[in-house]
Protein backbone atom coordinates (compact mmCIF):
# COMPACT_ATOMS: atom_id res chain seq x y z
CA UNK A 1 0.00 0.00 0.00
CA UNK A 2 3.13 2.23 1.06
CA UNK A 3 4.38 1.72 -2.51
CA UNK A 4 1.03 2.73 -4.53
CA UNK A 5 0.82 5.61 -2.03
CA UNK A 6 4.45 6.61 -3.29
CA UNK A 7 3.83 6.47 -6.80
CA UNK A 8 0.70 8.74 -6.49
CA UNK A 9 2.69 11.00 -5.07
CA UNK A 10 5.21 11.40 -7.49
CA UNK A 11 2.59 11.52 -10.71
CA UNK A 12 1.20 14.50 -8.70
CA UNK A 13 4.69 16.11 -8.22
CA UNK A 14 5.42 15.52 -11.84
CA UNK A 15 2.50 16.65 -13.64
CA UNK A 16 2.14 19.66 -10.72
CA UNK A 17 5.58 20.98 -11.72
CA UNK A 18 5.44 20.87 -15.29
CA UNK A 19 4.00 23.79 -16.08
CA UNK A 20 5.72 25.66 -13.70
CA UNK A 21 8.30 26.93 -15.46
CA UNK A 22 9.98 30.28 -17.32
CA UNK A 23 9.58 27.84 -20.73
CA UNK A 24 8.06 30.67 -23.29
CA UNK A 25 7.95 27.42 -25.71
CA UNK A 26 4.91 25.86 -23.34
CA UNK A 27 3.06 28.86 -22.59
CA UNK A 28 0.36 28.38 -25.32
CA UNK A 29 0.51 24.31 -25.59
CA UNK A 30 1.88 21.94 -27.46
CA UNK A 31 0.60 23.50 -30.77
CA UNK A 32 2.33 27.24 -30.42
CA UNK A 33 4.79 27.79 -33.28
CA UNK A 34 8.46 28.57 -32.39
CA UNK A 35 9.50 30.83 -34.93
CA UNK A 36 12.97 32.60 -34.76
CA UNK A 37 14.08 35.95 -33.86
CA UNK A 38 15.40 38.76 -36.53
CA UNK A 39 18.62 39.43 -36.63
CA UNK A 40 18.71 41.57 -33.34
CA UNK A 41 15.10 41.46 -32.37
CA UNK A 42 12.48 39.43 -31.03
CA UNK A 43 9.94 36.57 -31.95
CA UNK A 44 6.80 36.31 -30.42
CA UNK A 45 4.66 32.99 -31.01
CA UNK A 46 0.83 33.45 -30.96
CA UNK A 47 -2.23 31.01 -31.28
CA UNK A 48 -5.22 31.90 -32.29
CA UNK A 49 -8.50 30.07 -31.96
CA UNK A 50 -12.24 31.35 -31.30
CA UNK A 51 -12.73 33.30 -28.56
CA UNK A 52 -9.34 32.97 -27.25
CA UNK A 53 -5.67 34.03 -28.20
CA UNK A 54 -2.51 33.86 -26.44
CA UNK A 55 1.01 34.50 -27.00
CA UNK A 56 4.39 33.28 -25.41
CA UNK A 57 5.42 36.45 -24.09
CA UNK A 58 3.78 39.68 -22.92
CA UNK A 59 6.58 42.10 -23.82
CA UNK A 60 9.95 42.75 -26.18
CA UNK A 61 12.45 45.28 -26.37
CA UNK A 62 11.57 48.04 -29.27
CA UNK A 63 12.62 47.32 -32.61
CA UNK A 64 12.09 44.59 -35.29
CA UNK A 65 9.63 41.47 -33.69
CA UNK A 66 8.76 38.95 -35.51
CA UNK A 67 5.19 37.43 -34.72
CA UNK A 68 4.38 33.88 -35.74
CA UNK A 69 1.10 33.09 -35.02
CA UNK A 70 -0.73 29.42 -35.56
CA UNK A 71 -4.37 29.53 -36.42
CA UNK A 72 -5.52 26.10 -34.49
CA UNK A 73 -9.22 27.12 -34.81
CA UNK A 74 -11.51 26.03 -36.94
CA UNK A 75 -12.43 29.31 -38.73
CA UNK A 76 -10.46 32.61 -40.49
CA UNK A 77 -8.64 34.88 -37.99
CA UNK A 78 -6.15 37.37 -38.31
CA UNK A 79 -3.28 38.86 -35.75
CA UNK A 80 -3.43 42.94 -35.55
CA UNK A 81 -0.90 44.66 -33.96
CA UNK A 82 -2.52 47.81 -32.04
CA UNK A 83 -0.96 50.84 -30.12
CA UNK A 84 -3.34 52.52 -28.13
CA UNK A 85 -3.45 53.62 -24.44
CA UNK A 86 -6.85 52.64 -24.20
CA UNK A 87 -7.27 49.05 -21.72
CA UNK A 88 -7.12 45.73 -22.93
CA UNK A 89 -11.03 45.04 -24.37
CA UNK A 90 -12.27 48.68 -24.47
CA UNK A 91 -11.50 49.54 -27.71
CA UNK A 92 -14.73 51.31 -28.72
CA UNK A 93 -16.66 49.51 -30.94
CA UNK A 94 -18.30 50.68 -34.93
CA UNK A 95 -20.92 47.95 -35.41
CA UNK A 96 -18.80 44.43 -34.70
CA UNK A 97 -15.09 45.41 -35.70
CA UNK A 98 -13.26 48.90 -34.40
CA UNK A 99 -11.39 51.44 -36.53
CA UNK A 100 -7.96 50.66 -36.74
CA UNK A 101 -7.26 54.32 -37.77
CA UNK A 102 -9.67 55.74 -35.22
CA UNK A 103 -7.98 58.47 -32.72
CA UNK A 104 -6.10 57.07 -29.84
CA UNK A 105 -5.38 54.21 -32.17
CA UNK A 106 -2.85 52.89 -34.64
CA UNK A 107 -1.18 49.97 -36.31
CA UNK A 108 2.14 49.35 -37.39
CA UNK A 109 1.23 45.69 -38.79
CA UNK A 110 -0.73 42.95 -38.67
CA UNK A 111 -1.04 38.84 -40.33
CA UNK A 112 -3.81 38.92 -42.09
CA UNK A 113 -6.88 36.86 -42.28
CA UNK A 114 -5.55 33.05 -42.71
CA UNK A 115 -7.43 29.64 -42.48
CA UNK A 116 -7.67 27.40 -39.97
CA UNK A 117 -4.74 24.85 -39.42
CA UNK A 118 -2.25 27.70 -41.01
CA UNK A 119 0.78 29.23 -39.66
CA UNK A 120 1.87 32.88 -40.87
CA UNK A 121 4.19 35.40 -39.88
CA UNK A 122 5.00 38.76 -40.23
CA UNK A 123 8.40 41.39 -39.20
CA UNK A 124 6.73 44.29 -37.65
CA UNK A 125 9.18 47.48 -35.97
CA UNK A 126 8.01 48.67 -32.69
CA UNK A 127 8.42 51.68 -30.85
CA UNK A 128 7.95 52.11 -26.50
CA UNK A 129 4.46 51.68 -26.03
CA UNK A 130 1.71 50.03 -25.08
CA UNK A 131 -0.17 47.30 -27.56
CA UNK A 132 -2.84 44.78 -27.84
CA UNK A 133 -2.90 41.69 -29.74
CA UNK A 134 -6.17 41.55 -31.78
CA UNK A 135 -8.23 39.66 -34.28
CA UNK A 136 -10.54 42.42 -35.40
CA UNK A 137 -12.42 40.28 -37.99
CA UNK A 138 -16.49 41.11 -37.35
CA UNK A 139 -17.43 40.09 -33.35
CA UNK A 140 -14.09 38.58 -32.48
CA UNK A 141 -12.74 41.17 -30.73
CA UNK A 142 -16.21 41.61 -28.50
CA UNK A 143 -15.89 37.63 -28.07
CA UNK A 144 -12.79 37.91 -26.29
CA UNK A 145 -9.47 37.66 -29.21
CA UNK A 146 -7.30 40.41 -27.72
CA UNK A 147 -4.46 40.41 -25.38
CA UNK A 148 -2.32 43.66 -23.91
CA UNK A 149 1.18 43.85 -25.04
CA UNK A 150 3.93 45.67 -24.10
CA UNK A 151 7.02 47.43 -26.16
CA UNK A 152 9.81 48.70 -23.95
Same mark, same amino acid.
Given at each position: ?? &???? @????? !? !??????????? &?? +??????? %????? $???????? @? @???????????? &?? &?????????????? /????????? @?? /? $? +??? /? %??????????? $??????? *??? *??GADLVKE????? *? $????? !?????????????HIPFVVI
Amino acid at each position: MK &RVAA @TCACV !L !LIGATAGCGED &RN +DSGGSQT %PHGAA $PAGGEVVN @T @TLREWRMTADVS &RV &RAGEVKFVSANVGT /IVHELVIIR @TD /I $P +DGQ /I %PMEGTKFNEES $PGVSSPG *EIS *EFGADLVKEAVVTL *E $PGQYQ !LVCNIETHYQHGMHIPFVVI
